[in-house]
Nanobody
């Protein structure tokens, strides 16, 4: 029901834009989040946006470089600029109905399959 796209290989300092398209149901009243997981590491919070798009939340490690947004067509985006090798991971999109703990993976109700982002030095 959530399908990510836009991942790929990019050099350090470059940019990528990830998309997450929802299907099968509407997520217009859900918070939407992006998480990432590098090999051997736990899944970590990257960014989240509330249902209206008026509030956004970021991990300190990406603040100022990444921007999360959503449109009215059930799609969420993650614009990633000034990418670093440590941003290399599989990036997951997720949907959360209750927005109290947007940074906690286990709170999310739906997940996509992930898209690989690799940043070369």
């Amino acid at each position: 029901q959530l399908v990510e796209s836009g991942g790929g290989l990019v050099q350090a300092g470059g940019s990528l834009r990830l998309s997450c398209a929802a299907s099968g149901r509407t997520f217009s009243r859900y918070y939407m989040g992006w998480f990432r997981q590098a090999p051997g590491k736990e899944r970590e919070f990257v960014a989240a946006v509330n249902w209206s798009g008026s509030s956004t939340y970021y991990a300190d490690s990406v603040k100022g470089r990444f921007t999360i947004s959503r449109d009215n067509a059930n799609t969420v985006y993650l614009q990633m600029n000034s990418l670093k090798p440590e941003d290399t991971a599989v990036y997951y999109c997720a949907a959360l109905y209750s927005g109290y703990k947007v940074s906690i993976p286990n709170e999310y109700d739906y997940w996509g399959q992930g898209t690989q982002v690799t940043v070369s030095s």
